[in-house]
């Protein structure tokens, strides 16, 4: 057994020059899987709510929420459960539509979540039948992965699951921890019901998610065993590692196997910490981080219960860095950064935010935690499939509803590693960022900026549209919110940005007296475009913002442009003088010199709900384009606030 966690250890070591990861190893360093053993409790007695027969305990722990919860159940009384159909799952090859399959299986998931919260509010047994039904009808299933995860992760690759190939994934591992639950809660009335039901709600659990995890992890790139070039540890590592742990905790009954599994899941969830930054930015953007960071705390608060606080890590600087990350990418009213694969709108969820705040001793993450329920109407409870995070939820109710609301107000935040720069000075918020062309959900953006004013946006970030086989397949950079060129960023030369990870930021410098970001993005180009150097230089004063380009070009052939992303209605029709006024009313007067730049304007219409649900029905990209080829020189822009 030693000889497997050193071979693990050594083996996670070796692919971290792969992942480009710093080995802190932070878990596995804390405690051996003998110790591991030794702290564990045992008998679920780590399980921090109370049983469903308890029923005063659930009373009070409900509270307000108690008629709520048996609403939402009593209209799934009904419930059907539509089957997800081969030709569901075909979708995905025949049209890249991934989302038939997922509105299904995602309506039949939040169904028994459902069904599960009203029944331990009521406490009557009357949702047990539909509690039944649902998780039979899961057992029945060939796979709970969704159809893109099926067919990235099956031998041979196809959306239609495989018999017997189970794919440890994201909803697959959710709805293993949602099974273990309803056999923690409702067991023994299952077992009354049908013993058969019940040994089979159990047996799927420990097939489909604990004995693959335990015997070949290798299959799934997330676990980090092996290396796969084809995929960037991202979330999915503390996501799945977090509802693998529960589903061991909840189902393992001999002590040993259960040390080793959870020690496993420690060394996995090392690769993740290991790849990120120590800066402790969420490159994957803020409408990941619920998903990255905050499903590391998930995982972590489990593995604090189970062990009875003997293995815990809220007071690792690195730890709490990553969850305050949230809270400097908030700009204000509901928007926030949204570099990568993130809406600028924030979905990060509240209750998390204030949880992990509370555990990492951050006020300002607690304070915007409280601001988004009681100012914003985020939910405090929260929906889905994930039943520890409405647990979760429902504990600390009335503790959220009593904290103090406020808006995270940091005049400037830089992640060196990271390379993000935020700056707040006056009615100004600009987010800047440097980087490599590689990174997890990735776009090509490199020294990209987005700029805000009085909270909101003005120059965007479009951010990503609905997921499809193209979104993470070879074509994913023929969609333009990926390109540069749809990026505030130059087309140098005539050439956009290109992916991979040797395209990258040079000699990025920041100053925080003078609220100035720079640095060189020639290397995230190709070396075909004949760059030198493009030294980029963003400086914010009063009620403007500076953008200076100075460059040296090797035989440029075409002229170059610079691009700049709105959503707002823009007024070429003064020369020297482009005015932007957004939708919410904010303007700003964007300075050029006429005689270097002839300056278009392309529409953008937006079909694509998940673009249109935040930008409306188009953007704009306003191009100046040289009116002459030079090898160098120097270009500079002005934006200043418009008084209206």
Request: proline share 4%; glycine share 8%; aromatic share 10%.
């Amino acid at each position: 057994m030693k000889r497997l966690i050193l071979l693990s250890v050594l083996l996670i070591g070796v692919l971290g020059s792969a992942f480009g990861a710093e080995e802190r190893d932070m878990l596995q360093k804390s405690t051996t899987q003998e110790e591991l053993q030794k702290v564990l409790l045992t008998d679920k007695a780590w399980v921090p709510y109370p049983a469903y027969t308890d029923r005063s305990a659930w009373d009070a722990l409900t509270g307000v929420n108690k008629k709520a919860l048996i609403s939402k159940g009593e209209k799934l009384l009904a419930h059907d459960w539509p089957t997800v159909k081969a030709t569901d799952y075909l979708e995905l090859e025949r049209t890249g539509n991934r989302q038939i399959m997922e509105r299904i299986h995602s309506l039949n998931c939040n169904a028994l979540a459902d069904l599960m919260m009203a029944e331990l509010a009521e406490g009557e047994g009357r949702f047990m039948d539909q509690i039944i039904n649902g998780s039979y009808y899961f057992c029945e299933m060939t796979s709970w992965a969704l159809s893109a995860h099926t067919n990235s992760i099956q031998k041979p690759r196809t959306a239609v699951p495989i018999k017997d190939q189970h794919v440890v994934a994201l909803v697959s591992c959710e709805m293993g921890a949602m099974l273990a639950w309803v056999d923690h809660f409702f067991g023994t009335q299952i077992d009354a019901i049908s013993h058969v039901v019940a040994e089979r709600i159990r047996g799927e659990v420990r097939e489909r998610i604990i004995e693959p995890y335990h015997t070949r992890p290798e299959d799934f790139w997330w676990t980090g065993v092996k290396h796969y070039s084809n995929h960037t540890i991202n979330n999915w590592t503390p996501w799945c590692n977090c509802n693998v742990l529960q589903c061991m905790l909840l189902l393992e009954e001999d002590p040993a196997r259960l040390a080793e599994g959870i020690y496993k899941t420690m060394v996995s969830v090392d690769v993740f910490l290991n790849y990120v930054k120590s800066d402790g930015a969420c490159e994957e953007g803020p409408a990941y981080w619920g998903h990255a960071a905050g499903k590391l705390y998930d995982y972590l608060r489990v593995l604090d219960w189970a062990t009875g606080g003997k293995v815990s890590f809220f007071g690792e600087p690195m730890v709490k860095a990553m969850g305050e990350y949230i809270a400097r990418s908030y700009v204000g009213n509901k928007w926030v950064v949204n570099f990568a694969d993130a809406s600028a709108l924030s979905s990060a969820p509240a209750p998390v935010i204030y949880r992990y705040g509370r555990d990492v001793g951050s006020q300002e993450m607690c304070n915007m935690g409280a601001y988004m329920v009681q100012s914003l109407g985020a939910s405090a409870l929260g929906g889905g499939r994930d039943m520890l995070r409405r647990f979760e939820s429902i504990v600390g109710y009335e503790e959220l509803m009593a904290a103090t609301p406020a808006v995270p107000t940091y005049a400037f935040t830089w992640y060196p590693e990271t390379e993000f720069c935020y700056i707040r000075h006056g009615s100004i918020f600009l987010a800047a960022k440097g980087g490599y062309n590689n990174e997890s959900h990735n776009h090509n953006d490199v020294g990209t900026f987005s700029l805000y004013v009085d909270n909101s946006p003005v120059l965007i970030d479009a951010g990503v549209g609905t997921y499809t086989r193209q979104t993470f397949g070879k074509e994913r950079y023929n969609i333009w919110t990926m390109q540069s060129g749809y990026h505030n960023l130059p087309i140098i030369n005539g050439f956009t940005e290109k992916f991979g990870r040797e395209y990258r930021s040079r000699n990025v410098k920041v100053d925080e007296k003078k609220r100035t970001f720079s640095l060189d993005i020639a290397g995230a180009y190709p070396a075909e475009a004949g760059i030198r150097s493009w030294q980029r230089n963003i400086a914010v004063g009063d009620n403007k913002v500076s953008l200076t380009e100075q460059f040296d070009l090797v035989s440029p052939t075409a002229a170059n442009a610079l691009n700049f992303l709105t959503w707002g209605e823009v007024d070429t029709t003064k020369e020297g003088v482009v005015r932007i006024t957004t939708p919410q009313g904010k303007s700003i007067s964007l300075t050029y010199n006429a005689k270097l730049f002839t300056p278009s304007v392309e529409v953008i219409p937006q079909t694509d709900p998940r673009l249109s649900n935040v930008w409306g029905s188009e953007v704009k990209r306003l191009t100046l384009t040289a009116k002459r080829i030079t090898a160098k020189g120097k270009y500079g822009v002005e934006l200043r606030i418009d008084k209206i």
